[in-house]
C-alpha cells in the first residue's frame, strides 16, 4: 500500500489549496482515508477523513467550514480542499488510511507530508 499526498506550497491568509492523496498499486474506490497535519513542536492532529462506500465525511473543529474532502475515482485520488486558510494551518500534512478517525491509531499507512505554509 503506497499513499502519495501532494499539492501543497506556499499561500497569503484567506487563500485557497487543493491536496491530493494518491493511491498506488490499489483502487482508493471504497477506501476510508483520512488527513493529519503536523506543526513544527506540535502532535500530529487529524483534521478530515472519508469513510469507504457511503463516503461520510468528517472534520476537526478547526477545519469545519473551510476544509473540503472529497473523492474521484475516475483519478483514483481523494482531496481535501482548503479554503480561508489561516497562519495556523501551516504544517506538514499526510494522507493515511485505511479508516476514518481523527486518532494517528486509526490508521495503518501514511503517505509522505506535504507542506503547507500560509504566510505574508
Known amino acids: 500500500v503506497q499513499l502519495q499526498a501532494s499539492g501543497g506550497g506556499l499561500v497569503q491568509p484567506g487563500g485557497s489549496l487543493r491536496l491530493s492523496c494518491a493511491a498506488s498499486?490499489?483502487?482508493?474506490?471504497?477506501?476510508?482515508l483520512g488527513w493529519f497535519r503536523q506543526a513544527p513542536g506540535k502532535e500530529r492532529e487529524g483534521v478530515s477523513c472519508?469513510?469507504?462506500?457511503?463516503?461520510?465525511?468528517y472534520y476537526a473543529d478547526s477545519t469545519k467550514g473551510r476544509f473540503t474532502i472529497f473523492r474521484d475515482t475516475t483519478k483514483n485520488t481523494v482531496y481535501l480542499q482548503m479554503n480561508s486558510l489561516e497562519p495556523e494551518d501551516t504544517a506538514v500534512y499526510y494522507c493515511?488510511?485505511?479508516?476514518?478517525?481523527?486518532?494517528?491509531?486509526?490508521?495503518?499507512?501514511w503517505g509522505q507530508g506535504t507542506q503547507v505554509t500560509v504566510s505574508s
Open positions: 493515511a488510511g485505511p479508516g476514518c478517525g481523527l486518532s494517528r491509531q486509526d490508521y495503518d499507512y
Open positions: 498499486g490499489f483502487s482508493l474506490d471504497n477506501y476510508a
Open positions: 472519508i469513510t469507504g462506500g457511503d463516503d461520510k465525511t
